[in-house]
């Protein structure tokens, strides 16, 4: 017991853990969306082209949360703008978009930032949190967590079937912009424990496993929480023991439960064949 | 006074705009006038100076090969394009501004089929038009759902997802739907393909009730096979309007060779027996 109480004797572990799992709860609530929806690539070019206002953030000696969260939302304007114009796939344009944003980021990065605060930002720093953070992540999550729920039926039905949408009113580029814009949020809260580079793997890798066991939108969306949840703990103490980043201790939790969740899916499908 | 509500609508926020406006008295259910369209970067019109009207208990089938515009009009009728020239009105409303009177059952290729959703929540978005942002459906709503799931005979899919389901339940899902979302117009894009028969005579029979109750109905098909039994009017469209009358009058081996460009063997004729 001593082993898993003890880092949270911390102020800083503590605040480190809470924050993770708040990261958790916003990314893994729209995990499911960004999976059946195929916005993974999406999701990546929005958590690095945020990189840009970060370094800003952090030369002008603000909270790094809050220049990402400006940048956030330039891109998101930038993507609609891009994709309205006709001729460029919007994949493509996303591509373009998110490639540039990232590469001036490292490159504003790599005049003003150490080589450790390089690693936090790319990375995450599970254990840096402060009040203001904590607060500011609270805040981010109930907002993300009360959008999806007070727009579920909107984004179900223009996720299923887009022209029935627009049939009977609902914009489903409206319903688009509405998720990528908590998206965006969500990636802002994310940095902080997974950093930029990985904060993807929060918003795919959760949902993945989650589809393979349950056919429910609500049973996946309380599955990838628990599994976010889960793998958030054993990366905060992997982090604490271990002395390794939490970003990517996280991650690979979160990839071994993928792994573990297709290995009983590919048990299930097996299963269902024999009896057929 | 909802009349003045509706008016200062615009166009995004359709959804859930409660309006519920009379039909303007002897105003056909749906009136095209000229309507022509072109997609943007295409060289030739999708249609071209289309004129029709559907009244109140009429069953018509759109009939013509692909690309001849059959869901452009239908994408027309919905507001979902905007006509180069013409107009289109809805019990003498513009359709955009009267949407829970219009339905429809879209293409199975514009559905996302393996989204994780049950066939009664399937059902219940056609009430989301009557609810809007932020509403859950009341009791009122879950008793349509339920006839509708009831109609269609899928009551016992109701918790199933949509996606195990074969091409005729899937289908009859979709016309359960339109069932629940209570319209007066109803539009049904190809709503035969991939479907059995005893699925295809569901859809029929449906129909027919819903005409005789005084709702308008129009079916776009490949299907000439059907038009005599099921259909009160067809309307042959090749970008422009071919023919439009009862089945057995513009059903004509001249009407089939100028919409299809071909003829048929001239012992091939079963709708005419």
């Known amino acids: 017991m001593d082993f898993l109480i003890e880092p949270l004797g911390y102020d800083f572990m503590l605040r480190g853990l809470t924050g993770g799992l708040l990261a958790a709860t916003a990314c893994a609530i729209l995990s499911a969306f960004v999976v059946w929806r195929g916005m993974s690539f999406m999701g990546d070019a929005l958590a690095h082209s945020v990189l840009p206002g970060i370094v800003f953030a952090y030369w002008a000696g603000f909270s790094l949360l809050w220049g990402a969260l400006g940048a956030a939302v330039l891109v998101v304007a930038g993507i609609g703008w891009a994709s309205r114009k006709e001729g460029l796939r919007e994949d493509a344009a996303i591509g373009v978009v998110f490639a540039g944003f990232f590469a001036l980021g490292i490159l504003m990065l790599s005049k003003v930032a150490t080589a450790a605060d390089l690693g936090h930002i790319l990375f995450g720093n599970i254990l840096g949190v402060s009040k203001q953070d904590l607060i500011f992540m609270a805040i981010v999550t109930v907002f993300v967590v009360l959008a999806t729920v007070l727009t579920f039926k909107e984004l179900v039905a223009a996720s299923f079937d887009p022209s029935h949408a627009r049939a009977i009113g609902l914009s489903p580029s409206l319903v688009r912009f509405i998720l990528l814009g908590l998206l965006a949020l969500t990636t802002v809260v994310a940095l902080r424990t997974v950093g930029v580079v990985l904060v993807l793997a929060l918003l795919v890798t959760p949902g993945a496993p989650a589809s393979m066991v349950s056919k429910r939108l609500w049973g996946i969306m309380a599955l990838s929480v628990s599994l976010a949840f889960l793998s958030t703990i054993l990366g905060f103490y992997a982090s604490y023991y271990a002395d390794v980043p939490s970003g990517p201790a996280i991650v690979l939790a979160l990839t071994l439960f993928f792994l573990f969740f297709s290995g009983i899916g590919q048990i299930q499908k097996h299963r269902r064949q024999r009896r057929s | ?273």
């Open chain 2, 1 to 273: 006074m909802s009349e003045v509500r509706c008016e200062s609508r615009r166009r995004a926020l359709a959804y859930g705009g409660r309006c519920h406006l009379a039909s303007l008295a002897g105003e056909p259910a749906l009136e095209v006038k000229g309507v022509s369209h072109r997609y943007p970067a295409m060289q030739d019109d999708a249609l071209s100076a289309v004129n029709l009207k559907i009244h109140p208990g009429e069953r018509v089938a759109l009939v013509g090969p692909n690309g001849a515009g059959k869901s452009t009009l239908i994408r027309l009728i919905l507001g979902m394009e905007t006509p180069l020239a013409g107009s289109v009105s809805v019990f003498g409303h513009s359709a955009s501004r009267c949407l829970h009177r219009v339905a429809v059952v879209p293409q199975r290729s514009s559905i996302d089929w393996h989204f994780p959703v049950t066939v009664r929540q399937v059902v219940t978005m056609g009430r989301y038009v009557h609810l809007g942002w932020f509403r859950r459906p009341k009791a009122e709503d879950k008793e349509a759902v339920d006839a509708a799931l009831e109609a269609m005979e899928i009551q016992d899919l109701a918790e199933r997802q949509v996606g195990e389901l074969s091409g005729g339940q899937q289908q009859r899902v979709m016309l359960a739907r339109t069932l629940a979302h209570d319209a007066d117009l109803m539009l049904l894009d190809e709503p035969l393909n991939h479907v059995d028969i005893s699925t295809q005579e569901l859809i029929f029979h449906t129909l027919e009730r819903l005409t005789a109750q005084g709702k308008a109905v129009m079916v776009s098909t490949h299907d000439l096979g059907v038009l005599t039994v099921h259909f009160s009017r067809a309307l042959f469209l090749d970008k422009r309007i071919i023919a439009d009358g009862p089945p057995r009058e513009v059903l004509t081996p001249e009407t089939i060779a100028e919409a299809y460009g071909f003829e048929f063997h001239k012992d091939y004729a079963p709708w005419t027996s």
